[in-house]
T-cell receptor, first 114, second 113 residues
Framework: DADVTQTPRNRITKTGKRIMLECSQTKGHDRMYWYRQDPGLGLRLIYYSFDVKDINKGEISDGYSVSRQAQAKFSLSLESAIPNQTALYFC?????????????FGPGTRLTVL | QKEVEQNSGPLSVPEGAIASLNCTYSDRGSQSFFWYRQYSGKSPELIMFIYSNGDKEDGRFTAQLNKASQYVSLLIRDSQPSDSATYLCAVNNRGGSQGNLIFGKGTKLSVKP
């Protein structure tokens, strides 16, 4: 079984809809991250969480919110989706004090906002 | 603004050749450096990490780090068509958000049979 899972894997939605992307991990890591990837722009950090009670904004948090329901679960919400949020979204995990903060990625969610 | 720079490519090499991928970073205090491989439409997967100046070898892959020049590279020996992918350089962020990585935009490698 995959260590980091994301649901859904693909989603097409309309402008203005609320969308939730979910991430679960069985690696026992305390740190979790949400990134988006756009062609030519690389990976950009949206939010990160170092433990259940710690949530931090990343480089591009506007229009997004997150919830850390448990150590193993980290959800990303788009309250009112807009077309420029069309992207590939990745969840990642790492452990505190790990090998220089090595991050492990989920398979990604491809989101299209029409 | 802390940055990680990579040549976007595409870098094209013939099968069996050495592919050389380069990365520069702006934060002189960075301590950990990572190379990820990403196939089209897939998630990044870690190939190597390096902390100390010099070379680190793992199979066909060698990471090279020069902190004085703020430069890290990845050499792929005996390149195979299956090595065709985008390679992401990542550097740890030593600011208030320690634990975060800053990623370059990636270099696309194409290995021709």
């Amino acid at each position: 079984d995959a260590d980091v899972t994301q649901t859904p894997r693909n989603r097409i939605t309309k402008t203005g809809k609320r969308i939730m992307l979910e991430c679960s991990q069985t690696k026992g890591h305390d740190r979790m991250y949400w990134y988006r990837q756009d062609p030519g722009l690389g990976l950009r950090l949206i939010y990160y969480s170092f433990d259940v009670k710690d949530i931090n904004k990343g480089e591009i948090s506007d229009g997004y919110s997150v919830s850390r329901q448990a150590q193993a679960k980290f959800s990303l919400s788009l309250e009112s989706a807009i077309p420029n949020q069309t992207a590939l979204y990745f969840c990642a995990t790492s452990r505190q004090g790990g090998d220089g903060n090595e991050q492990f990625f989920g398979p990604g969610t491809r989101l299209t906002v029409l | 603004q802390k940055e990680v720079e990579q040549n976007s490519g595409p870098l094209s090499v013939p099968e069996g050749a050495i592919a050389s991928l380069n990365c520069t970073y702006s934060d002189r205090g960075s301590q950990s450096f990572f190379w990820y491989r990403q196939y089209s439409g897939k998630s990044p997967e870690l190939i190597m990490f390096i902390y100390s100046n010099g070379d680190k070898e793992d199979g066909r892959f060698t990471a090279q780090l020069n902190k004085a020049s703020q430069y890290v590279s990845l050499l792929i020996r005996d390149s195979q068509p299956s090595d065709s992918a985008t390679y992401l350089c990542a550097v740890n962020n030593r600011g208030g958000s320690q634990g975060n990585l800053i990623f370059g935009k990636g270099t696309k490698l194409s290995v021709k049979p």
